[in-house]
């Protein structure tokens, strides 16, 4: 929150639930773990995008998207990745690196194209690159150094192939030049090269990708590092929609030099150790993991992980603590039991199924947007409510309670079995622990 140097760590807000920070030139982005994206510093050319100009000392949000799943910063441009495999930039555009047609900057997130399989993506100072899940590698922006890898140093406003390199696993960008390290293990390099940062000896800069190779003294050793995942277990089925992808490399040869997992860079402890969170899609989920050693020996390893999207709520009677999908969060107001009856909260349950319920304060009702179009209409202190089907000729429905919602500290409860039976969620009690376990497909 403020403009003052620091020479010491200080905390950003209180929240405790980031997955990923990226720094540009003078900025941060953040994700957390709902998906949303935060940004703060330098917003010059809108590259916070939040819609403004205006420079933010303490984070602010992105839009209002909950499915981002990667970030990247250029020099004063930002990138991000969305669950559905699109790709958005914003910020300064002055050499096309927004991939949106134009050099018109942009103060929020515009689409680069139109396809949907982008699963990595990296920002230098006036271009982008990214990477598809086929292995092909785009870039886009300001080429005068090649950085493009096109073969050119024409700059270029939407995304263009990367030509003469194999199937890509990670790609990273410097300020004029590009780096991407392909699936079989070699490392590839083009663009600017005044201080020798393409690794390619005593060569000008490359307007096309360049093997770089290792120095000869490496090369002794053949065996590769030995990855082993602790969690998840393959073949898995999980309910949440990230994991985080546990485990060690050890290589008792040349030693280890990089691990990715999904095309990003994954940091590895002096003791071998490593963890990242993975965003999962819906279905089906490939995560790959390379290991390479200084020897430049490669192991890959291939885990499928299967997400079924559902809302699990664990609440406890008489407390404000719950879980949501494994994560606590807090309730304005602990379940009860009235008459041997557990009522629960019930703008927290709904909200978490992604339904909006409608007060009406006057009235004391309660009205929400079931499936199919109905509406059930809830009354404080009445053990019966009405479904309605608008734009139908269908009569409302009577439906009766064993004991009327009611409104305690200013939310109103409901008996549990509403939500079981109006709802379609699936619902446990644990008589021992004295908790309800809420189970939800959508």
């Known amino acids: 929150g403020t403009t003052a140097n620091r020479s010491s760590p200080v905390r950003v807000g209180t929240s405790t639930n980031w997955t990923t920070v990226v720094a540009g030139t003078y900025c941060c982005l953040a994700l957390a773990r709902d998906g949303s994206l935060w940004a703060w510093g330098d917003n010059e050319y809108g590259q916070l995008g939040d819609g403004t100009t205006a420079n933010r000392s303490s984070p602010v949000r992105v839009g209002t998207r909950t499915d981002w799943i990667v970030v990247a910063a250029g020099w004063e441009h930002s ?99 590009s780096i991407a390290l392909a699936r079989d293990g070699s490392l590839w390099a083009w663009g600017g090269y005044a201080q020798g940062q393409l690794g390619l000896g005593s060569l000008p800069g490359l307007n096309g990708p360049e093997l770089v190779s290792l120095p000869e003294t490496s090369l002794s050793d ?70 390479w050693d200084k020897a430049g020996n490669k192991t890959e390893k291939t885990l499928t992980l299967t ?17 949501k999908n494994g994560a606590t969060v807090y309730l304005d107001t602990a379940p009860v039991i009235t008459n041997g009856r557990t009522l629960v909260p019930l703008r927290f349950i709904a909200e978490a199924f992604g339904i909006d319920p409608i007060w009406d304060g006057t009235l004391k009702t309660i009205k929400l947007a079931l499936a199919g179009g109905s509406e059930l209409t809830l009354q404080v202190g009445r053990a019966f409510g009405y479904i309605q089907y608008p734009g139908t000729s269908r009569q409302p429905e009577r439906i009766t309670f064993d004991v009327a919602p009611s409104i305690v500290s200013g939310r109103t409860l409901v008996p549990i079995r509403f939500i079981s039976e109006q709802l379609g969620a699936e619902v446990a009690w644990d008589a021992i622990t004295r908790t309800v376990t809420i189970t939800w497909k959508g």
């Not at 050119?152 to 939407?158: G, L, Q, W, Y």
């Not at 994991?243 to 940091?267: A, C, H, K």
Request: net charge negative.
């Open 79 to 177: 990138l991000a990745i969305a669950r559905d495999g699109s790709l958005w930039a914003w910020g300064w555009n002055a050499g096309g690196q927004l991939g949106d047609g134009t050099t018109t900057d942009r103060s929020s997130p515009v689409r680069v194209g139109t396809r949907t399989d982008w699963i990595a993506v990296a920002g230098g100072i006036m271009h982008s690159v990214a990477l598809a899940r086929d292995g092909s590698l785009w870039a886009w922006g300001f080429n005068e150094e090649g950085q493009l890898g096109d073969g050119t140093t024409t700059t270029h406003r939407i995304p263009g192939a990367v030509g003469s390199s194999p199937q890509i696993a990670a790609v990273t960008a410097g300020s004029l030049h």
């Open 222 to 291: 053949t065996n590769p590092p030995v990855v082993t995942v602790t969690s998840p277990s393959n073949g898995a089925t999980t309910i949440l929609s990230q994991v985080n992808v546990q485990g060690t490399v050890t290589d008792s040869g040349s030693g280890t030099e990089d691990l990715s997992i999904n095309g990003n860079p994954v940091s590895v402890s002096s003791a071998g150790v490593f963890s990242f969170s993975v965003t999962l899609l819906s279905g089906m989920n490939t995560i790959t993991i390379l290991a």
């Open 307 to 323: 997400y079924q999207e559902r809302t699990v709520l664990v609440l406890t009677i008489g407390s404000t603590i719950a879980t």
